[in-house]
DNA sequence: CTAGGTGCAAAAGGTTTGCGGTTAA
DNA sequence: TTAACCGCAAACCTTTTGCACCTAG
């Protein structure tokens, strides 16, 4: 009922993209899964590189072609580190990120269910749908580097 | 209100930078002064192009390094649009960014005085030491437009 | 049949770096 | 004097684009 590289590609995807005006290609169910068997942020390289181990002939350009559409689509975000190159996140729950200032690292914080309150309130006019928090600080790790 | 090229080069700024090691030069300060001449969110090349106009020989590899150095000295912030160039931003009170959709931009939000407060709890070990919300969604402008 | 997608290679940004010359402490 | 800094140009890295071929609808 299935093979050995086109397992079922989970009509949630299918039909999220089908909804953006996008075909569900191998290449996009592909790039999808590969981002949500690891729960990181991984560059569009980090995403080709791990994309390729199961699609070989996979390239670049695909990749982003691929990211462009998963975006559009809502099945996955754009992360903006401080530097370098976008990342991408297939946690599409409502989260925050926490951006290590030391190591550079950037770890998902959960948003509580409950409140989520109009914390700021925004000037006239404004329509916000969706807001993100970015902390900045030190991460476990860094903090426990640091106290020595 | 405003001089010809070599205004006194406010003791702020120079004490900010000189605490993070860096010297006061003529064209770091004036970079800062062209951040600060206008409240938006330029990219290098944005400030490069408009430094230029009153240090004709400034070279583009100086702006990123001023920049940088203002960064570093905590009197510039960067601010990532979710696509395109880094942005920075000379506005350091404590604020927020709303990002129109439609049209790309970015506003400041300002933040209540008020209530800066732990709006979220962080698991154990994470040290924040400052926050910044993103909202997305509609600018006034965007959002009339659409209403037609 | 044909619009949309893929892979490749080349191009286009955006940012950094190496280096000779300059300047402030 | 010398370490920091500047301007220039080349290098580098990330992302986009043009194009020939392919494939699903």
């Given at each position: 009922m299935s093979a050995v590289k086109d397992s079922k590609p989970d009509l949630e995807v299918v039909e999220r993209l089908d909804r953006s005006g996008f075909r569900a290609t191998p290449q996009r169910t592909h790039v999808y899964k590969t981002l949500r068997a690891k729960r990181d942020h991984p560059t569009a390289e980090e995403v080709f590189i791990r994309a390729k181990?199961?699609?070989?002939?996979?390239s670049m350009a695909t990749v982003y072609n691929c990211l462009d559409a998963l975006v559009q689509s809502n099945l996955v975000r754009l992360v903006n580190h401080d530097k370098g190159a976008t990342r991408y996140c297939s946690?599409?729950?409502?989260h925050h990120h926490f951006y290590c200032v030391e190591c550079g690292g950037a770890f998902d914080i959960d948003a509580p269910s409950s409140v989520h309150e109009p914390l700021i309130k925004l000037p006239t006019g404004f329509k916000a749908d969706r807001y993100e928090i970015a902390f900045r600080g030190l991460c476990p790790d860094c903090a426990a580097k640091k106290k020595r």
């Open positions: 181990k199961d699609m070989p002939e996979i946690n599409m729950m409502k």
